[in-house]
């Protein structure tokens, strides 16, 4: 049976103004994450993400609420979480003078790595990161891919148990990207680490994570597997029809199981809650014009996404 | 974590600190030029206002205390101030460190940089002023360098205090503070020409005590060095303090994600 490597009750955070206004960034948060899972935060921008992995990862603190990261307590126990974490940031920054290896060398430092284990760790992630020809390169020179490869490298530093991963692609190209992703699946799988990400790019999510917790103005509004959500929230199918001739799109709303229309000229595009019978219904309504295609569509995190952000 | 792992997590920001230093042409200013500029102009001074040796002594000593001071105060500062330019504060803090890891590393290179500056000016004050530093023997000079090192932790820290309470702007402090001790602390004159108000002040400044002891060895005067030792030893510990005191509240305030951002 899998370890729990974060589990939240009742988590709170806001912000003071300078006037002591307070504003709430999150409220009441409660989760679970497995250790043997990626787990997504999603939402739209504003929504919390980063406040709630930074929250996790114990750099900044809850007002209210319980948290245990690997079983252990967020307020007692920081330091023990400290070192068997590590995070990789949006938009990741480090010394800009500093060169790769140079980098990850004063990173395994603060982990008080030393000797021939700090050298192995270093190696060990140039190599697994492909940064071997930018070793010698500083921060500054490196282009946005290296330096999100460099970040994941430094977060596999002192071999941890649990990775935070804010917005891991955000910025990259789609070739780097989907390297990116490849390389965030053979961490989770190959070094057994709990992955924990951020992202508001849908395809990512559904492609990497096994469950997912949507946030909304730092609401908790669904939690659960890509697969499930899309189930719950009865979300249809679009079905997409060209055809050429008389068509009475109007009548298409007295179809039981149509949830949404969208028609032009030759196109309709069609929302229904997908059984055989109200697909039939719809082809029906077409026999007086030539079909010349159908696509049905399932629907993807992107509409579930949409959905719950609404 | 056995002792080797501790002192790398000191050292880490020493090695930090150095790579920085070596690759920034600012540098050369912070250990040559300002340090040298600063000597010649209160050397020629003495000159042109003709003042005796003793007086010459006191305002090179003077002279040489804020040089140092200035560089290693800047080098415990950089230790955030670096951090804080580069946006990468997050990094450091999620890293299982304490203050003092990142002070004392930090300290130890303001400590090498302060001795080459204090080595340079040793040299270029006895060859062009004829003051020799090193008059009263090693043990003064190092008591001397031991308060000065300590005063420089002490701005340093209260610099790193100010980041994390205050935000980004806060970095002017870092500038900003050598000077009010340049004030009050007697760098070129004694306390005693001082507003009542300002000597009460100067008398709560442990570099006041240890200048008044180093100048003793030329210009025979009363000192408190034990007073001096002690009030260091207590700024050091409660600024200490205070810093791991603003680390977790700028964690609570949420003052670490927007220095990062």
């Known amino acids: 049976m899998s370890e729990i490597s974060v589990k939240a009750i009742g988590i ?247 949830m949404r229309i969208k028609a032009e000229p030759g196109i309709a595009e069609i929302v229904i809650d997908r059984t055989a019978e109200n697909v039939d219904r719809i082809i029906k309504l077409f026999a007086g014009a030539s079909i010349l295609n159908i696509d049905i569509i399932e629907p993807d995190l992107e509409d579930v996404f949409l959905e719950l952000a609404r | 974590m056995n002792w080797r792992g501790e002192l790398n997590k000191y050292l880490a920001s020493t090695y930090k600190n150095w790579i920085i230093s070596k690759r920034n042409v600012f540098t050369l200013f912070e250990l040559f030029f300002w340090p040298i500029m600063g000597l010649l102009t209160i050397g020629l001074l003495t000159r042109f206002l003709n003042v005796s040796s003793n007086t010459v002594s006191f305002l090179l000593v003077g002279s040489i205390a804020l040089a140092i001071l200035q560089t290693s105060q800047m080098d415990v500062a950089y230790v955030l101030l670096f951090d804080m330019w580069s946006k990468s504060i997050k990094n450091t803090f999620i890293a299982p460190i304490k203050s003092y890891h990142l002070v004392f590393g930090a300290l130890l290179f303001g400590i090498v940089r302060g001795t080459f500056v204090f080595g340079i000016l040793v040299v270029v004050s006895n060859r062009l002023f004829g003051f020799d530093f090193l008059a009263g023997g090693i043990a003064p000079v190092l008591i001397f360098l031991v308060g000065v090192y300590a005063m420089a932790a002490v701005i340093g820290i209260t610099v790193c205090i100010s980041i994390l309470t205050f935000g980004q702007k806060a970095d002017v402090a870092a500038w900003s503070l050598s000077g009010v001790v340049l004030l009050v602390s007697g760098i070129y004159y004694p306390v005693e020409v001082l507003p009542p108000a300002l000597q009460a002040l100067s008398r709560a400044i442990p570099l006041t005590y240890f200048l008044e002891y180093y100048r003793s060895v030329y210009i025979s005067g009363p000192h408190n060095i034990v007073l001096g030792a002690l009030l260091a030893a207590l700024y050091l510990v409660v600024g200490l303090m205070m810093f791991a005191w603003s680390i977790e509240r700028a964690r609570r305030t949420g003052i670490m994600l927007r220095l990062s951002e």
């Open chain 1, 12 to 258: 709170f955070k806001g912000y003071k103004s300078f006037f002591g206004k307070n504003t709430e960034v999150l409220k009441d948060i409660t989760l679970e994450i497995r250790s043997d899972e990626i787990f997504g935060i999603l939402g739209p921008n504003g929504s919390g993400k980063t406040t709630l992995i930074s929250i996790f990862s114990t750099l900044i603190y809850p007002e209210k609420g319980s948290l245990k990261i690997l079983g252990l307590d967020s307020r007692t126990e920081k330091d023990a979480i400290r070192k068997q974490i590590n995070i990789s940031t949006a938009k990741p920054n480090f010394p800009w003078s500093l060169t790769v290896r140079e980098n990850l060398k004063h990173y395994a430092m603060l982990y008080g790595m030393y000797g021939s284990e700090l050298k192995k760790s270093v190696d060990e992630q140039i190599e697994a990161f492909e940064l071997e020809e930018y070793r010698d390169i500083k921060f500054e020179d490196l282009s946005t891919g290296l330096k999100q490869r460099l970040s994941l490298a430094k977060a596999m530093l002192n071999r941890p148990r649990l990775i935070f991963l804010d917005e891991p692609t955000t910025g990259l190209d789609p070739e780097i990207a989907i390297k990116t992703r490849q390389l965030i699946r053979r961490i989770h799988r190959e070094n057994e680490v709990s992955v924990i990400l951020s992202t508001h790019y849908m395809p990512e999510a559904e492609m990497l994570c096994d469950r997912i917790a949507f946030l909304r103005h730092g609401q908790m509004v669904a939690q659960d597997t890509p697969q499930n959500l899309k189930n719950q929230l009865h979300l249809g199918e679009r079905m997409i029809l060209h055809y050429v001739g008389p068509v009475n799109i109007d009548e298409l709303e007295h179809i039981p199981g149509v």
